[in-house]
């Protein structure tokens, strides 16, 4: 075999190689164009027909006006409703607006008056303080016990008084300062 053979032989080789690569990239590059799943948003209209299954979810939130806050809460569709159309749903908690229905959940907001519930009085009863929501002072969070003959005079009147609490946070910070 002289050298130009060997050289055309290789030549022609290398030329396969190359088309085989580009027709492999080619196809390559069609199936990434091959569109994946359509997650296209339910439209208003379309999800009335939508049907619920166990795995539903109903997600509510809920702004407070007297101190603005919001709260979100999720839970499962009521039981009689399984399998109902979204828009029996709606029927159902009228009372609500209805935002979206997306990934099988149906949104729902409302708004109340007053403050949410981490909003908090501290009162001094004896050698209990304790906690009661704002706006349900019926409802007690929580009672400490403490020692009324180591506060300074005007921190008992303002216990006796009531202190409000605006957070968490806070409360904790006056717990620990009352009881410590
Ligand atoms: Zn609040």
Redesign the pocket.
Known sequence: MDTKKIIGVFAVALSIVFILVGLFKMAASKNQQQPIAQTKAVTYEESDNMLCDKNTIICVTTR?D????TDARTAGVPTGLAGASVSAIKAYYADRDFEKYENNTIYFSESRAG??S??YILRARGNKISVVYQQNEAGVKDEYNFSPEHLPEGDLERLQNGIYAESDQELAALIEDFTS
């Open positions: 407070y007297g101190c603005g806050h403050k949410c981490h909003h």
